[in-house]
């Protein structure tokens, strides 16, 4: 399988990490990069959307806002027969991987755009549209009485939390700008996959701390956070099959497909289920799935959807 070279600043992270390396990277500079790469990848996606906007893409957002809502309902049984897990934490989990990784999705973009595979350049429009579903679903799972929801702080965390307002406010304004983007090219276009290194190098770190958890969570979470990645990826391919995407669409709803959220969901889910123990699902997504999507899954994905279906 090929590695992309972004990745293996991941691994850098990761390992430095694991030898006590202290690599001291500022929190203010990681959300930086976060906020930089949020902002590039709607900006990116604005700009193709004023070129195919068009009413032919709308099933295909209907499709993904679907594919949104049945996720976590296919985690969440997952969790409650098999893991043993209690209502409350079986919804957080099973919404946490409903959603989407903004960082997974930006790697397989590197990836594709290395080996020079087109794909729908208005991909994060997908990306924004898969955010919410899932916290709306997991609510519902978790069966909790409207008193203990703060439903106007929860909304605010669920459809204006700053990684959704960044990629729609970059959607919009790449859409409206059009050409005109070409004039901060420079910094959010031609730095993106230097910006995407430095980033999972912080996030190799992170991973690295998180993995340790895993000795004090058994097995189930490394099982889990391996086994529906892979579920989610072969659901995507089917959906993006029948919607009639290219090659390089479909690797990339395989890859959303797989991913779970680190960012979005954690701050909605904390607002909605305060009881629930939200350091597993953390530890679930940035100790397993993360690295196992970033290392083997997109190269994965990508050889099986090219060898079997292109």
């Known amino acids: 399988m090929q590695l992309d070279i972004v990745v293996a600043f991941f691994i850098l992270g990761f390992v430095a990490t694991l030898v006590r390396s202290n690599i001291d990277i500022p929190q203010g500079f990681y959300?930086?990069?976060?906020?930089?790469?949020?902002?590039?990848?709607?900006?990116?996606?604005?700009?193709?959307?004023?070129?195919?906007?068009?009413?032919?893409?709308?099933?295909?957002?209907?499709?993904?806002?679907?594919?949104?809502?049945?996720?976590?309902?296919?985690?969440?049984?997952?969790?409650?027969?098999?893991?043993?897990?209690?209502?409350?934490?079986?919804?957080?989990?099973?919404?946490?991987?409903?959603?989407?990784?903004?960082?997974?999705?930006?790697?397989?973009?590197?990836?594709?755009?290395?080996?020079?595979?087109?794909?729908?350049?208005?991909?994060?429009?997908?990306?924004?549209?898969?955010?919410?579903?899932?916290?709306?679903?997991?609510?519902?799972?978790?069966?909790?009485?409207?008193?203990?929801?703060?439903?106007?702080?929860?909304?605010?965390?669920?459809?204006?939390?700053?990684?959704?307002?960044?990629?729609?406010?970059?959607l919009l304004i790449g859409y409206w700008a059009g050409p005109r983007v070409s004039s901060i090219a420079p910094v959010f276009l031609n730095l993106f996959h230097g910006g995407l290194a430095l980033f999972l190098l912080a996030m190799g770190q992170i991973a690295a701390k998180q993995a340790r958890q895993l000795l004090n969570n058994g097995t189930f979470i490394a099982c889990f956070g391996i086994l529906m990645p892979l579920i989610g990826a072969l659901l995507g391919t089917g959906l993006a099959v029948l919607l009639g995407m290219s090659q390089g669409g479909t690797i990339l709803m395989a890859t959303l497909g797989a991913s779970c959220s680190y960012i979005a969901v954690p701050a909605a889910m904390s607002v909605a289920l305060p009881k629930a123990n939200h350091g597993l699902a953390i530890t679930a997504s940035l100790g397993v799935t993360f690295p196992f999507n970033v290392i083997v899954g997109i190269p994965l994905y990508h050889n099986l959807i090219s060898h079997f279906l292109f």
């Open 31 to 170: 959300k930086g990069l976060i906020l930089f790469l949020l902002l590039a990848i709607g900006l990116k996606g604005g700009i193709a959307l004023q070129e195919h906007a068009s009413l032919k893409i709308l099933p295909q957002v209907i499709g993904v806002l679907a594919f949104g809502f049945i996720l976590p309902l296919i985690a969440y049984p997952i969790l409650r027969s098999i893991g043993d897990f209690d209502r409350t934490n079986a919804a957080n989990i099973a919404a946490h991987y409903g959603s989407v990784s903004v960082a997974t999705y930006a790697v397989a973009v590197a990836f594709l755009e290395t080996l020079n595979i087109e794909y729908e350049a208005y991909f994060p429009l997908f990306v924004a549209i898969l955010e919410a579903p899932a916290i709306a679903v997991g609510i519902w799972l978790a069966n909790r009485s409207a008193s203990d929801i703060k439903v106007g702080q929860l909304l605010h965390e669920s459809l204006l939390n700053p990684g959704v307002l960044l990629l729609i406010g970059g």
